[in-house]
């Protein structure tokens, strides 16, 4: 598993390393540049490394932001890959306070891709293109990029492309850029931006078909949720990255698809209600 910010008093911690004393293969990839909490990790590595953990200590120049957990087990006979996506940290503390979204899977095209993941980040394999999940700094800005585009392309006036995106922040150039190019050509563009927001929304010829919001409520809202129409054939992703160059050029990030019909659906509904307020 990937671990960003584990807090104090971990209980993912005290599991991982009753996990390795029950002789199970552990392995952790504890990034030790996460920003306030260079000196807790390093106290978790050093626990963790007395148990019998394997532990990677992230990777040059790259902070491994991702938040993926694989759990591989032996079922009658058979292995069996339990994969966990997230938005947010494994940490006590942060999900008391913040709102994410986190999916369970034994997909197995979701559990090739996060195999392949692990592979590439401990340095087992060379870097290759998954086939359902997208990372940063290798091909997430492009896969978003090309979608934006493909929402231009299938734009006409009486079917209008639709773009739906909920994230911390948005400051990244180029993907600002093509939100714009997008809106001119009609596209329908609703974005849900906590933080920091360096797009202009309904700038006459410019942005006018971009509405920006940004929820303020009792919990810190966390999750980035991204869907495109694609001329009906839908497609929603959750992600771990914000639309900024730390995020999109400098970490490694993960972005993954919902294909789940029931999931879909309650994540299309949560989106839909937070472009619902009337009372700002």
């Given amino acids: 598993m990937t671990l960003y910010r584990t807090g104090r008093d971990s209980p993912i911690i005290d599991a991982l390393k009753r996990a390795a004393n029950n002789g199970k293969q552990v392995t952790c990839f504890v990034e030790l540049k996460a920003r306030f909490d260079e000196e807790r990790n390093i106290a978790w590595v050093e626990q963790l490394e007395k148990a019998h953990v394997t532990v990677i200590y992230g990777i040059a120049n790259y902070k491994v932001h991702a938040k993926i957990l694989m759990i591989m087990r032996r079922e009658n006979g058979f292995i069996r890959r339990y994969v966990y996506l997230s938005t947010g940290n494994f940490n006590p503390k942060t999900a008391l306070l913040y709102s994410d979204l986190g999916l369970f899977t034994t997909n197995t095209e979701i559990a ?75 596209v329908k563009i609703l974005l849900n931006v906590r933080g920091i927001c360096m797009l202009v929304p309904g700038i006459p010829g410019v942005s006018e078909n971009i509405k920006v919001v940004s ?31 730390r995020n999109l050029d400098r970490r490694i990030e993960l972005m993954f698809p919902i294909t789940d019909r029931k999931i879909f659906n309650e994540i299309i509904s949560i989106l839909n209600i937070y472009f619902s307020d009337n009372t700002h």
């Fill in 112 to 186: 090739n891709d996060a195999t392949q993941f692990f592979n590439i980040v401990s340095g087992y394999s060379a870097i290759q293109t998954m086939n359902h999940i997208s990372m940063a700094p290798v091909n997430l800005k492009s896969n978003l990029l090309a979608m934006i585009q493909r929402e231009i392309d299938s734009t006409t006036p009486d079917n209008p492309g639709f773009i739906m995106a909920k994230m911390n922040s948005l400051s990244h150039e180029e993907i600002i850029t093509a939100l714009y190019r997008a809106s001119q050509a009609g």
């Fill in 215 to 245: 929820i303020v409520d009792r919990y810190l809202e966390h999750s980035r949720i991204f869907y495109f129409h694609n001329a009906g054939s839908e497609e929603l992703y959750l992600s771990s990255a914000d639309w900024m160059p």
